[in-house]
Structure formats: C-alpha cells, structure tokens
C-alpha cells in the first residue's frame, strides 16, 4: 500500500488530465521531466521486453513509479509559469 499523498504516475497524469485522451501524453511530460531532473519521483523501470501499454521516456513504469503530491503539484506549477498559464 502506498501513502496517501503518493501517487503512481498513471494516477498523477489522470489527476492532471481534462480527458482520457490526454493521458499518455501528460504521462509523457512526466516522465520527461522525471529524466530531466525536473520532478523527483521514485522511479522503476521496465525491461524492454517487458513493456505494458505505450512506451515512455527511459522505459519508466507507469504504474509502480510514484510521486509525491506535493512534488507534482510544484512541478505542474512550475510549467504553468513557464508557459504564462
């Protein structure tokens, strides 16, 4: 069982998602800013044999890397600011 205010990366991109198709792609820009520095996540990684669903950047596992709340939610700000949102 994870801590309530942990969220697995799946989770946190439907938490930021308006609609399921955009999904992948806020998984996406998470993992990307996972690789890049931007946000801290305990992270777990796939084979490349063992792929589950769309591929993301540094065959991350979308469903057992997790982010803190708090960390997503600066990380989200932090792109808002940047993008003038």
């Keep these: 069982m ?3 205010d942990t ?3 799946h989770a946190a991109a439907k ?8 999904v992948h792609d806020i998984e996406v820009a ?8 931007e946000l801290h996540a ?15 950047p540094g065959n991350i596992n ?3 890397t997790y982010i803190e709340r708090e960390e997503l ?3 989200r700000q932090v792109c808002h600011s940047r993008s003038g949102s």
């Design 73 to 75: 939610m600066r990380w």
């Design 30 to 37: 998470i993992a990307h800013a996972i690789e890049h520095g």
């Design 42 to 56: 305990n992270v777990k990684r796939w084979a490349t044999e063992q792929w589950e669903g769309k591929q993301l």
């Design 62 to 64: 979308r469903l057992e």
């Design 2 to 4: 994870t801590h309530p």
């Design 15 to 22: 938490s930021l998602a308006i609609s399921p198709a955009e």
């Design 7 to 9: 969220l697995t990366l």
